[in-house]
């Protein structure tokens, strides 16, 4: 059965200024620390894999890499949901840093550049594609890893510098919310929506403490996309006897989470000295576009590039995941959505510069240009000394 899991497109801080400001020291630096680089980890779903599902035991349901995606940009399937780049690659772009890879990938051990944990199909919760994907506790712990990897490579002073220089993006709740809604509806029949979502935040809000702990205190976060409005909801929706309208049921909890998004980190905000965050409003900057295609360049904002069914909204691309057959569009640009999920390259694009120089009414306090270049005067030196560090990594 086609599981859809894929999903995803879904998919103020509190400066408390010290009067003690932080000298660069990059004359002074070990090393094997890049200088005037700040790192970058990802964490999350499909939205920002780079392809971690090429190197786990899974199906082709929670991968990529196969043909026709990475054929705009990479010229091959490298496991990232799209026909190119996703939002990451373009950060990392603007950030002067080399791609980061997958953190599966063999042979990756440079993290000083960051690592990159995100996995298609994973959710905040555990349940979520069990078994078939990096789910984001793992992802969590990964993280856990690299920082032990970091620590015994630069030392503590480097790597607890790294680490809090460094920029966290995570996105991740899009298949708790669309999976059960393709499968297991009953989840719903036992938690109300509320209390799904809180388990949910409870579960982001740990691995946020958690990151927090080991240094991290620059976070970008992506709300949740217009996910009922995707070519498969829209599709799925027509099955059930509608008539091609968004599916109500995921705009609810998308909206919910939205709302309570921004409270969740604000209480965070009050309890985490010096945690820093933004929100990327992916909801109103997706849907504004699929709403104005033309204004933003694309012919096409309903039906898929790559996909059979109405919509192409049948997770067929690629002919790998049980249907053989699938529709491929001839220009890819004029197109918002790849495949019946995700978005395509150049949509991804215009996001990630706004997601980097955004101004409020889309990226909220900080876009990611100020989280990746105002680190060091904004944060405050006392942390750097009474980080708590343990060396017990499990
Ligand atoms: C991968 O999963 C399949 C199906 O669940 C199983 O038969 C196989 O043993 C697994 N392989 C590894 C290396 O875990
Ligand atoms: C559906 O979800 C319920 C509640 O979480 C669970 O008890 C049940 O085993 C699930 N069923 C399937 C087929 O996954
Ligand atoms: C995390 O999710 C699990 C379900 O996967 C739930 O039982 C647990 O209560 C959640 N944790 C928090 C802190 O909300
Ligand atoms: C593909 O579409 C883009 C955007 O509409 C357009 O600029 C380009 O010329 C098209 N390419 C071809 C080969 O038609």
């Known amino acids: 059965m086609a599981s859809f899991s894929n999903f995803h497109m879904i998919h103020h801080i ?6 003690c400001l932080l000298i660069p020291t990059s004359s002074q630096s070990h090393p094997h620390q890049p200088q005037n680089h700040v790192a970058f980890f990802i964490f999350g779903d499909s939205l920002l894999d780079p392809g971690n599902n090429n190197y786990i035991n899974t199906t082709t349901e929670d991968q990529a890499n196969f043909r026709p995606y990475g054929e705009t940009f990479f010229k091959y399937p490298t496991g990232r949901f799209s026909d190119g780049r996703l939002i990451p690659d373009f950060i990392a772009e603007y950030a002067k840093l080399p791609l980061i890879p997958p953190y599966l990938q063999p042979g990756n051990h440079q993290f000083t550049y960051g690592a990159n944990f995100a996995s298609g199909g994973a959710g905040a919760l555990d349940e979520i594609n069990q078994g078939l994907v990096v789910n984001l506790n793992t992802q969590l712990r990964y993280f856990k890893k690299v920082e032990k990897h970091l620590r015994e490579k630069l030392g503590d002073e480097e ?15 899009g298949n708790d919310y669309i999976s059960p809604l393709f499968r297991n509806y009953s989840v719903f029949q036992i938690y109300s929506h509320r209390q799904y979502l809180d388990m949910v935040m409870g579960n982001l809000t740990v691995v946020i403490q958690e990151i927090y702990q080991k240094g991290g205190r620059k976070f970008g976060f992506v709300n949740m996309g217009p996910l009922g409005c995707l070519p498969a909801m829209k599709a799925i929706k027509l099955q059930q006897g509608g008539a091609g309208e968004c599916m109500e049921e995921a705009t609810v909890l998308v909206k919910l989470h939205n709302r309570v998004l921004p409270e969740v980190l604000q209480k965070l905000g009050s309890k985490l000295k010096g945690f820093k965050y933004s929100i990327f409003d992916f909801y109103t900057t997706a849907k504004e576009r699929m709403d104005n295609p033309s204004k933003y360049g694309f012919k096409e904002a309903k039906i898929a590039c790559c996909g059979s069914g109405p919509y192409r909204g049948l997770y067929s691309c690629g002919g790998m995941r049980g249907t053989k057959e699938y529709e491929l569009c001839s220009n890819v640009s004029e197109y918002m959505f790849f495949d019946s999920f995700h978005p395509t390259d150049r949509v991804y694009q215009q ?11 889309v990226i909220k306090p900080y876009n990611l240009k100020q989280l990746f270049g105002h680190s060091q005067e904004e944060i405050p030196c006392d942390q750097f000394e009474h980080l708590p560090y343990t060396s017990n990594v499990p």
């Open 14 to 19: 509190l400066l408390i200024f010290s009067s």
């Open 159 to 173: 790597s607890k510098k790294l680490l809090l220089e460094a920029v966290y993006l995570i996105s991740i709740g």
């Open 351 to 361: 996001l990630a510069e706004l997601v980097w120089s955004g101004t409020h009414n």
